[in-house]
């Protein structure tokens, strides 16, 4: 019943850490976080491929996140990234992406370079044998250098 609620009908007002791992992930689409609000961590844990089936059907860039400072996605959670939408002023403080099976990134191996974006970032964490593997799919830049190092 919970899953049938409509997306972003679930006020959450100011969130400073938002943890959701399991099946609980499936609710991120529901939640409408303040106007302005700055995470500054947002943890997403899935370990099995039944913990985001329906986010996966959204389309990319779909759900709303606004600003933040360090999200970090694990597992199955990691094949969310896509759906994310980051408010185009943010800067991330650390992007964590951990991937240790070909599953946790299927699908966004086949798109195109630079397609998924990140915006700034000073620090990315790939973690894990299969992380590494979407590099070249973010489109991000460093903070340090100025550079575009999504790809590269």
């Given at each position: 019943?919970?899953?049938?609620?409509?997306?972003?009908?679930?006020?959450?007002?100011?969130?400073k850490?938002?943890?959701?791992?399991?099946?609980?992930?499936?609710?991120?689409?529901?939640?409408?976080?303040?106007?302005?609000?700055?995470?500054?961590?947002?943890?997403?844990?899935?370990?099995?491929p039944?913990?985001?089936?329906?986010?996966?059907?959204?389309?990319?860039?779909?759900?709303?996140?606004?600003?933040?400072?360090?999200?970090?996605?694990?597992?199955y959670?990691?094949?969310?990234?896509?759906?994310?939408?980051?408010?185009?002023?943010?800067?991330?403080?650390?992007l964590?992406?951990?991937?240790?099976?070909?599953?946790?990134?299927?699908?966004?191996?086949?798109?195109?370079?630079?397609?998924?974006?990140?915006?700034?970032?000073?620090?990315?964490?790939?973690?894990?044998?299969?992380?590494?593997k979407?590099?070249?799919?973010?489109?991000?830049?460093?903070?340090?250098?100025?550079?575009?190092?999504?790809?590269?």
């Amino acid at each position: 019943e919970f899953l049938k609620t409509e997306n972003n009908s679930i006020w959450m007002g100011k969130v400073k850490v938002l943890k959701l791992g399991s099946y609980a992930v499936q609710i991120l689409p529901k939640l409408k976080l303040r106007d302005g609000n700055e995470l500054e961590e947002l943890v997403l844990g899935g370990w099995l491929p039944e913990h985001i089936p329906k986010i996966l059907g959204m389309k990319n860039n779909n759900i709303w996140v606004g600003k933040m400072k360090k999200p970090k996605l694990t597992g199955y959670a990691t094949k969310i990234l896509p759906k994310l939408r980051f408010h185009r002023e943010n800067e991330l403080e650390e992007l964590s992406l951990t991937a240790y099976c070909s599953e946790h990134i299927a699908g966004m191996l086949e798109m195109e370079n630079k397609n998924i974006r990140i915006g700034k970032v000073r620090k990315i964490s790939l973690k894990g044998c299969y992380a590494e593997k979407i590099r070249s799919k973010l489109d991000f830049t460093l903070m340090d250098s100025r550079e575009e190092n999504g790809g590269a």
